[in-house]
Structures are given as structure tokens and as C-alpha cells.
């Protein structure tokens, strides 16, 4: 495999003619870089006019390498042929390096230039490319490319500090101008203003005056120094800095090599550079990797027009209302504080009013603004901020927050960040995670990257105050009042989202936008007077577990579980009454000819559901065949000679003027080894949400249990 790299550009802020000076006296030995022991001059030419200066050298180099390796080898000392060729009109200096060593098992190849800044031409350029290939060598392939890249990266920004080092030296000397070349005399005499690269430094000719000049006078002409990159297709290595932070060499060439085939490839626009840093980071540098997440990512965001959300998109007045989420100052490192009260938020209730798409647009949104203040904060603190810290409030986590197409909500929105958003969360700190935190982190952190994951902190009880906690993340005065502090924080409190607004198919979400899930995990369906709504579940294994969560919109219910050995007819069945084909997904699947307890049993006692309740619940099966569940209008019951109708029977039969009931379900099948203390797993919870549930009451029949939340 060849290793390549390609350096940002390196400003010297010197002219050309004295960072030549400068760099002529890393010739014939240079201290400042041990491993260069030494060159010789090989050939030098010069054209007519003096204009341009070739000089081929071999250099000798002791290379870092374990002793052995050399024995083998046979070589102390790995030589290499330079050739520089100087072009003083153009100001520019090409550097060409290959290694005579190993040429026919190892070829290394180097480039190197120096030239005129293109804003200001009073400063030098530097740029830097290699290429590394080892077709062979004696077995030991993997190990010589080790040390041939780290030797190589260990050099490169020092030989940056040895230019500025001798330029040190040349202005301690008093040199601190050189005139420009210029064309000889038409008299054909000797024009002593031409710099000769080749000579010493105290030899180049000087203008009248110019020796001893102070920095000061010489550097007054040049406007002020800016973190800038001196193309428009390249990157500044002072920019880097500023914007991006410190990065090894290898990790300034990917970016900068990805960038490169970004601008070859995407002919459009392309991401920021922070943008692509992420996605670098993301991959551990690993350009082949990264640069397939970044593509999947480019036109994900270019298919959903992700790039117009924050313009686009409005959150619904619900969503603001019951999203207990929000922006709040900043953390000690001057990242982004997003303040997340998971724990007073109706996951469910959000999931079930709004929908996922919203849910996922809203999460995206954050996303966009959290960039957009990171690109803020690094203008404001004068330093790179690449990421932002959110704060996770638990109090009030429940098993209510365990529901699973919740969770399973969560679990996608997590992939689609961790997909097209990679190292943007800087810290999470988690604080008041109550018991059951264990069970949502078991679920959840598998989806979730390493890298990721190290940057999670965990605080149980009030752990998070005092040193150690918040204090050592967040300022005093910006942690939230809630949490103890000072600061009044404008995050939503949240509560339970009326179970009026939930939607059902017959209500899709209102969106213009392209939808970025096309499945559902919600089913709508209508229940009619004398055609109960079925489904059937087949179970090819006895121990299994059918697990089911349903919301009734409108009306009273009843629900029950049978099973039978024979398979039902699965058409769908209309009833006899007038507005059926509005009335939903309606199908029965129970023949009339069937009789109970002969063609099929009933596996659950009968439940009666009343509108407005959430009811959840599973079951353990105990033979394979056909399970069935059953959702019936509720009528009342009929009256015995001595008893009354119950007053909750007769109002119920009075609100179910329109013979329809409505009602939304999702069901689930899971193996008995997968369903033990997974989040499907109700038995034992109360379905409350914080402190703001009503009362729960609950239900255990048989093999299952089923558990109500009004």
C-alpha cells in the first residue's frame, strides 16, 4: 500500500529572498536536524541571466531504526538525491527529493515548494507532498513503513522551526532584506543584485542601507498577520490552528487530501472544514473509511435538504410546549450547552401527538444550531470549537420511558445522528439517574460509538454537586435552578402530552418535506358495533412472548387473546353499517362457524379498555399455532333480575353515539431468552410518568400481564 502525505501551506512571514538565505544555511550540515549527517554537491548549473539556480545534491540521513533491522539490511546510513532549482524572477523554489537507498525494494518520493504568498508578497509559502511505497523488504514490510512514517512526521514541522531559527540568525546578524533579482545590465556586466542560492548568507549582496535595518522597519509594510489561507483551495497551517486545533501531520494531510478530492469530485458545494474534520475523526483518520461516511452523508442531507432545516423548519406549538429541551450559555471550555430534562419528558405521548418524522426533524434542527454556535463560539473565544456539551437531566425516569417503540424511536434518531453528525458532542453529562437508568443504558449504548461513549459522565442521586460534579464542567452561575444553581433556565418543563392529540393514520402528520422514515411502527384501526378489529400472530416456537401496547382514542374497548391450531382467514371484512370505508383498518378474522373452546380458546380473560387509558402488556405462549388478538366495542352488560346497570356501562353506551370506536396498537414478538429484563418486559412496572401521572392500576391474568395508565 502506498502512505501519502500532502501538508497544509506553511506562511513564513518573511520575504522570499531572506527565507532562502535561511534556508541555504541548512547546507552542508545542519545541527538543528540530527538525522541529517551531511550532503555533497553532485552538479550545479545556472542560466545566462542568472535567473534560475539548479543544484543536485546527495544527502546522507540516520535513520531512527532498531539495530538489527540495519544489520539485516546491511546499511548504516540511507542516502538520498535532492535537486533544488530556484527560479528567482518567479520567486519560487522547487524541491525534488528521491531515495538512491533500496531504490528497487523501497521508493520514497518528496516535493517540496516555496513561493510568493498570493495576498501578500512579502511573505513565503511553503507546501510539502510524499509518497511512501515498499515493495519489498526482506520480510520486515509493515515495520519499515512504521518507522519510515514515523521518522518522517517527527521532521516535518520541525523543519519549519529550523527556517525560523536561521532566520533568527540572519536578522541577529543585522540581515534582515535582500533586493530582488533582477535582469543584468544590457552591458552585459555583472548585476550585483542578483541573491546566489548556493552561498552563505553573509555573502548574498545587500541593498545600500538595508544591513542593519530592525524587524520593526522592514516588517511595517506588511498588514497585519491573519489565520487565513493564502488559496481559496488550500488550507493554511496558521488556519488550521486557529479554526480547526492542533492535528499531527498525518492528520493535517487526510484532511487535506479529502478536501482535495471533495473539490475534484464535488464539483458543488462542499462541507466546511470542521465538517470534515468530524468525519475524519470519526474514522480514526482513515481517509477511505471517512471519505464513504462523508459521501453517504453528503446525499443524505442533499436527498432530505437537510441544509435548509433551520429556515424551513417550525416547530409545532406542541412540540415547543412539551420538548423539555433547549439552548443555555455555554460550558467552561466555551462549547454549546444544550440542557435535555429527559426525564419530564412524554416520550411517548411526543411520539404518539407528533410523530417520529417531527421528532427527527426537531433532533436535526438541534443539530444544525449546535454547529452554527460552535462556528459563533470559535469567533468569540479566539479558539476551535468543534462540539458542544449537553447536560442530561434523569429526574423523574420511569419504565414509562421504557416503552419500545419509543425507545426504538430513540434508537433510530440515534443512528441517524451518529451517521451524518460524528464527534459533534464534545461531553454528555448525565446527572440524577435513578435506578432505572441500567436498563435504558443496556438498551441504547450498543447503538452508540466508542468514541462516542467515553465522553459520557454518569451522576446518580446528587453526586453531580459539589467538586467533582458540575462545577468542574459548567460555571456556577449558568447551571440551571433546577439543578441547584442560580441561573433561571428557559427549558419547557414538559409534562404529559393530552392523549387528545394523539394522531392516528387518519390524521398523518402535516409535512411538506420529503419524509425521511417511510415505515410506521404504529397501526390505526376502527372498531365497529357487531366487527371487532383482529390480528393474528403465528408462533412457531412454545416459548415465546407476544408483547402489545395499544392507546384507545375513542370509545370503550374490550381486548381479548385466543389461540387456535387452525389458520384464520386473513380477508378483511367490512361491516354492514353506513361510513365504513372511512372507518379505518377493520378486519375480522375469527369465523362465525368457529366455536370457542373447540376450534379456538381464549388465552386471556376479557379486558375491558376505556377511552383515553394506554394499556400494555405481553404474553408467555405456551404451544405453538395462531394467537389472536381481538379488540370488540364494549357494550354493557346485560341485567340480572336483581341488579342495576352500572352508572360507568350506561354513560359509555350514551358517548358511543357514532357505533365506532378508534384506537392505535403496535405488537411485538420476541423469544423468552430475549424478553427477560428487556423493555418490553411490563410485569412488574407502574406505567406513571414522573410525579405529574395520575393514578395506574394494573392488571395480571394467566401468562400475562397487562397494565393500564389513565
Not at 102 to 122: D, I, K, M, Q
Not at 358 to 367: C, D, G, K, P, Y
Request: charged share 25%.
Amino acid at each position: 500500500m502506498v502512505q501519502k502525505y500532502q501538508s497544509p501551506v506553511r506562511v513564513y512571514k518573511y520575504p522570499f529572498e531572506l527565507v532562502m538565505a535561511a534556508y541555504e544555511k541548512r547546507f552542508p550540515t545542519c545541527p538543528e536536524i540530527p538525522v541529517f549527517l551531511g550532503s555533497e554537491i553532485l552538479h550545479e548549473s545556472r542560466s545566462d541571466d542568472g535567473a534560475i539556480h539548479i543544484i543536485e545534491r546527495s544527502c546522507k540521513l540516520n535513520v531512527d531504526a532498531p539495530r538489527l533491522l540495519k544489520k539485516i539490511a546491511g546499511v548504516e546510513y540511507v542516502f538520498f538525491i535532492q535537486k533544488n532549482t530556484v527560479n528567482w524572477k518567479e520567486r519560487t523554489l522547487r524541491i525534488e527529493a528521491h531515495n538512491e537507498t533500496f531504490a528497487n525494494r523501497v521508493v520514497v518520493l518528496e516535493t517540496c515548494s516555496y513561493s510568493v504568498h498570493p495576498e501578500n508578497e512579502e511573505w513565503t509559502c511553503f507546501e510539502q507532498s510524499a509518497s511512501l511505497d515498499i515493495k519489498s523488504f526482506f520480510g520486515f514490510e509493515s515495520t519499515v513503513e512504521k518507522i519510515a512514517m514515523k521518522q518522517y512526521t517527527s521532521n516535518i514541522k520541525r523543519g519549519k522551526e529550523v527556517i525560523e531559527h536561521y532566520l533568527k540568525e540572519l536578522i541577529s546578524q543585522g540581515i534582515t532584506f535582500i533586493p530582488r533579482w533582477t535582469p543584468p545590465p544590457a552591458c552585459g556586466q555583472k548585476d550585483e543584485r542578483t541573491p546566489a542560492v548556493g552561498h552563505d548568507a553573509d555573502d548574498v549582496p545587500l541593498e545600500s542601507g538595508a544591513r542593519g535595518a530592525t524587524k520593526e522597519q522592514t516588517a511595517s509594510s506588511c498588514p497585519p498577520a491573519e489565520a487565513g489561507s493564502p488559496d481559496a483551495d488550500k488550507l493554511d497551517a496558521d488556519y488550521i490552528e486557529r479554526y480547526l486545533g492542533q492535528l499531527t501531520p498525518m492528520q493535517e494531510s487526510c484532511l487535506i487530501r479529502l478536501r482535495q478530492w471533495l473539490q475534484e469530485t464535488h464539483k458543488g458545494k462542499i462541507p466546511k472544514d470542521e465538517h470534515i474534520l468530524r468525519f475524519l475523526r470519526a474514522r480514526d483518520f482513515n481517509i477511505d473509511k471517512a471519505r464513504e461516511m462523508l459521501c453517504q452523508s453528503l446525499s443524505w442531507r442533499k436527498q432530505y435538504q437537510v441544509d435548509y432545516i433551520l429556515q424551513s423548519w417550525r416547530p409545532p406549538a406542541l412540540l415547543e410546549e412539551y420538548y423539555t429541551g433547549g439552548w443555555h450559555y455555554q460550558d467552561k471550555d466555551g462549547r454549546p450547552l444544550y440542557i435535555l430534562r429527559l426525564g419530564q419528558m412524554d416520550t411517548k405521548g411526543l411520539v404518539k401527538a407528533l410523530g417520529e418524522e417531527s421528532l427527527l426533524r426537531h433532533v436535526l434542527s438541534i443539530n444544525e444550531e449546535g454547529q452554527k454556535r460552535c462556528e459563533e463560539n470559535t469567533n468569540v473565544f479566539g479558539r476551535p470549537i468543534t462540539s458542544w456539551t449537553c447536560l442530561v437531566d434523569l429526574e423523574g425516569l420511569n419504565m414509562r420511558h421504557l416503552w419500545r417503540p419509543g425507545v426504538k424511536a430513540l434508537l433510530r434518531i440515534i443512528e441517524v445522528v451518529e451517521d451524518n453528525y460524528p464527534e459533534t458532542l464534545g461531553r454528555l453529562l448525565i446527572v440524577r439517574a435513578p435506578r432505572v437508568f441500567p436498563v435504558l443504558w443496556t438498551l441504547v449504548s450498543p447503538f452508540i460509538n466508542e468514541n462516542t461513549r467515553q465522553k459520557f459522565l454518569i451522576y446518580s442521586g446528587n453526586n453531580y454537586q459539589g467538586p467533582g460534579g458540575l462545577v468542574d464542567y459548567v460555571d456556577k452561575d449558568v447551571i440551571p435552578d433546577f439543578l441547584g444553581g442560580d441561573c433561571m433556565c428557559t427549558v419547557p418543563e414538559g409534562g404529559l402530552v393530552p392523549k387528545s392529540l394523539y394522531q392516528t393514520e387518519e390524521e398523518p402528520e402535516n409535512s411538506d418535506h420529503i419524509r425521511l422514515w417511510t415505515e410506521t411502527i404504529y397501526h390505526s384501526a376502527s372498531v365497529l358495533k357487531g366487527a371487532p378489529h383482529e390480528i393474528v400472530v403465528e408462533i412457531l416456537e412454545g416459548e415465546s412472548v407476544i408483547t402489545w401496547d395499544f392507546d384507545i382514542l375513542k370509545g370503550d374497548v374490550v381486548f381479548s387473546l385466543f389461540h387456535s391450531k387452525r389458520a384464520p382467514e386473513t380477508s378483511h371484512k367490512e361491516a354492514t353499517l353506513p361510513s365504513t370505508s372511512a372507518a379505518g383498518d377493520n378486519t375480522q378474522l375469527i369465523d362465525k362457524t368457529w366455536v370457542l373452546g373447540v376450534d379456538y380458546s381464549r388465552m386471556e380473560s376479557p379486558l375491558v379498555c376505556r377511552e383515553g387509558e394506554s394499556i400494555q402488556g405481553s404474553h408467555v405462549t405456551r404451544w405453538p399455532g395462531f394467537y389472536i388478538l381481538q379488540w370488540k366495542m364494549h357494550g354493557p352488560l346485560p341485567c340480572s333480575g336483581t341488579s342495576l346497570p352500572r352508572v360507568d356501562d350506561v354513560l359509555a353506551s350514551l358517548q358511543v353515539s357514532s357505533h365506532k370506536c378508534k384506537l392505535i396498537y403496535y405488537y411485538e414478538v420476541l423469544a423468552s431468552k430475549d424478553f427477560r429484563g428487556s423493555m418490553s418486559s411490563l410485569e412488574s412496572c407502574n406505567s406513571g410518568f414522573s410525579q405529574l401521572s395520575g393514578a395506574t392500576t394494573s392488571s395480571s391474568q394467566s401468562q400475562s400481564s397487562s397494565h393500564l395508565s389513565r
